[in-house]
Each structure stands twice: as structure tokens, then as C-alpha cells.
């Protein structure tokens, strides 16, 4: 079945550093790719989501780049800020229009 | 723009206890949903609808009830707590159901069972 793993749980960086959160999929499907942003005590919300014409998505300063061959979302942006600390979610929305999530990366920038 | 409201925010009960989770939306969504949210596991589905009076069973059910009483609302009931259990309920809502449709969340229901 269809399948998003992120391999890091945690993540901390320095402020100003470039940040990369690991996503990778599995699917059967040609599948679209989300990422969703959860500040603390806050709701999930969308930050990206791929296109269908290779298009690369940006948001905040944070983009993400479908790779097909390599089955892989990762999302990136140059220079981290303060309040780019949350909690980071991929997802995949496969045949039954059902959303995958992966587990979750928690981001801390420190100053 | 809509907003999901959760009811209530924090919810403590026993071992054993029935508990009811309540949410309403106001962006005339069709679909809503229930999730689950535990550190390092991700977001599991418990029950979604696709239309009033719809249920459909996610992956994570059992041990649950849900009711779409009207479009606007969507509840789960917990049919018997389990003691130490702590989680997050989010509850959340869509267009529609579709491969490129974003999804709504409220800020969650957050449960400690004693």
C-alpha cells in the first residue's frame, strides 16, 4: 500500500542555517504530495503542495521539489527563522483520495 | 475564510468512561474527519464523512463511534477510556474528498484518561 516515511523525528538547527526535512513515499499511483505545518498549540496547516506540471511550490520562503524517479518531497528552505520551529508533516493523497501522513519531523531553530 | 472549532479542549475521564468529542465548521465543507495524533506516529484517521449522515470507517476505528449529525458537525465518542491513554484529537474538514484538496484542521481535543 501506499506508504510516506520521514526519517527524522527531530531536527535542530542554528538560525540562519539552510533546513532540508527528508520525505520519501511509496505508491502505486501517481500520487500529489502535501506538507503540512503544526505550530505549537496551533492547527495543522498546509504549507505546500505539489503540482501536476513540475512546477516547484513555494510558500515562506520554503519550497519542495517532487522528484518521480526518487519518490522523494523533501522541503527546503535557505535560511531558517525562529519561527520556523514546529512540527513538519508529509502526506500523499493516493487512489482512494485518502490522505498518507508521515510521522512527523519536529523542527527547533535555535538563535 | 472558516475556522473548525473543537469542543471541548481538554477532556479528562476515567477508565471505562464513555467520552464524546464534538467539532463544527463553517466553510460548508462536504467532507470532514477525525484523527488521531500521537508523538511519532503521525496522524491516523479514525472515522471520516464524506456527506451528512455518512460514515466511513479509517484505519484506526475500533473503539470509537462517530456521528455526522448535520453537515456543520461531526462527533466521536470514545466507548470506553483507557486508563493512561493521552492523545490529541484533530478534527478536520474538506471540499471534498480529492487527490489535490486541502484539508482543514481545528487546533484538537486534547484527552487524559485517569
Known amino acids: 500500500g501506499d506508504s510516506v516515511t520521514q526519517t527524522e523525528g527531530l531536527v535542530t538547527l542554528t538560525e540562519g542555517l539552510p533546513v532540508m526535512l527528508n520525505c520519501t513515499y511509496q505508491s502505486t499511483y501517481s500520487p500529489f504530495l502535501f506538507w503540512y505545518v503544526q505550530h505549537l498549540n496551533e492547527a495543522p496547516k498546509l504549507l505546500l503542495k505539489s503540482f501536476t506540471d513540475n512546477k516547484r511550490p513555494e510558500h515562506q520562503g520554503f519550497h519542495a521539489t517532487l522528484h518521480k524517479s526518487s519518490s522523494s518531497f523533501h522541503l527546503q528552505k535557505s535560511s531558517a527563522q525562529l519561527s520556523d520551529s514546529a512540527l513538519y508533516y508529509c502526506?500523499?493523497?493516493?487512489?482512494?483520495?485518502?490522505?498518507?501522513w508521515g510521522s512527523g519531523t519536529k523542527l527547533i531553530i535555535k538563535p | 475564510g472558516g475556522i473548525i472549532t473543537q469542543t471541548p479542549k481538554f477532556l479528562i475521564g476515567q477508565e471505562g468512561q464513555k467520552l464524546t468529542l464534538k467539532c463544527q465548521q463553517n466553510f460548508n465543507h462536504d467532507t470532514m474527519y477525525w484523527y488521531r495524533q500521537d508523538s511519532g506516529k503521525g496522524l491516523r484517521l479514525i472515522y471520516y464523512?464524506?456527506?451528512?449522515?455518512?460514515?466511513q470507517k479509517g484505519d484506526l476505528s475500533e473503539g470509537y463511534d462517530a456521528s455526522r449529525e448535520k453537515k456543520s458537525s461531526f462527533s466521536l465518542t470514545v466507548t470506553s477510556a483507557q486508563k493512561n491513554e493521552m492523545a490529541v484529537f484533530l478534527c478536520a474538514s474538506s471540499i471534498r474528498q480529492g487527490a489535490n484538496t486541502e484539508v482543514f484542521f481545528g487546533k484538537g481535543t486534547r484527552l487524559t484518561v485517569v
Open positions: 502526506a500523499l493523497s493516493g487512489g482512494n483520495y485518502q490522505l498518507i
Open positions: 464523512s464524506i456527506t451528512e449522515n455518512d460514515l
